[in-house]
């Protein structure tokens, strides 16, 4: 295992390399002048010129990503165009924020969804199972941000509640803290949620034919022994393979609910970054979401081995 990990992570600075140039590129042929954006329009030429001069923007297009790639290697991550302040002080701020977002959503999401899936193999084509099925299909129709919306406006216009607009840590004021982090949360879950209890229901019910599960109820024993011990089990592999691919998906949502929310996190610091072309913030933020999903991959293909002995790696 140790020789495959090793091979994993020495992959992983080609790939940031390609997908930091890709985004390198893209940024630059997008229309606009993001240095006249960031002066005003009273700038004038030469301070527009200056300015980009003192950022290296004048210099072909190779030697700005060589430069921007050895200030990397050199721990400097830049200063904001837009804000001039340090990208890596803005980013270590607003880090808590995302990351209770997504250690809350992965964690509801993936009980929900499992949970939930679980019910609707057990007891297929009855009540139970109709129901969820037809609740995953409500939630994966219903955009998240429109959701999100809705679950801000209706309880302000109805009981006149609003959330906190200003994030509060948790370990300052818990109450404060879940009221802000509750609606964005169950949107991501839900939308984490309802294709995975689609696929749980797949997965289950075709365990569930199995000729060993058949032998083990004609042995007679108990359904929860039978679906917890004999049907997870072999169920586990594929589900936690759909959790790994899932993560990108779920970085992807805090982008738009940070936003709507106004919470100050990774999400709403990269949509304001695209939306300024703020080039630098963009390219180190590209990195930081690259960086999560393959570690997220990698972790889901090491787990293989610990759900299933039988898994070796080359």
Not at 89 to 114: C, K
Not at 208 to 224: C, H, V
């Amino acid at each position: 295992m140790a020789a495959y990990v090793i091979r994993r992570v020495v992959a992983f600075p080609p790939l940031l390399l390609a997908g930091a140039a890709l985004v390198f590129l893209l940024l630059r042929v997008i229309p606009g002048d993001p240095v006249r954006g960031a002066l005003g329009p009273d700038a004038t030429a030469a301070q527009v010129s200056t300015l980009r001069h003192s950022l290296g923007w004048d210099q072909p297009l190779p030697i700005q990503f060589v430069h921007w790639l050895g200030d990397l290697a050199r721990g400097d991550l830049g200063r904001s165009l837009v804000t001039g302040q340090p990208i890596g002080t803005q980013i270590t701020s607003r880090l808590p924020v995302t990351l209770e977002i997504l250690i809350l959503a992965m964690m509801f999401s993936t009980a929900l969804g499992v949970s939930f899936g679980l019910l609707s193999a057990i007891y297929r084509n009855q009540l139970v199972d109709h129901v969820i099925r037809v609740f995953s299909v409500a939630s994966m129709s219903i955009p998240s941000f429109f959701a999100l919306t809705l679950l801000i406006v209706l309880p302000a216009r109805w009981w006149g509640y609003v959330p906190p607009l200003k994030y509060v840590p948790i370990w300052s004021s818990p109450g404060t803290n879940l009221q802000m982090f509750i609606p964005p949360v169950f949107i991501l879950s839900l939308e984490m949620a309802a294709p995975l209890m689609r696929f749980t229901r797949s997965v289950c019910l075709d365990v569930l034919n199995q000729d060993y599960i058949r032998t083990a109820r004609s042995k007679g024993l108990s359904e929860r022994t039978v679906i917890l011990r004999h049907m997870m089990k072999n169920c586990s592999v594929p589900i936690i393979t759909i959790l790994g691919l899932r993560m990108a998906a779920l970085l992807g949502g805090t982008v738009i609910l940070e936003q709507v929310m106004s919470l100050s996190g990774i999400g709403q610091f990269t949509y304001q970054s695209v939306i300024s072309r703020d080039y630098g913030v963009v390219q180190v933020l590209t990195l930081y979401f690259g960086i999560v999903v393959m570690l997220s991959y990698l972790m889901v293909d090491l787990s293989y081995a610990l759900l299933d002995p039988r898994i070796q790696y080359r």
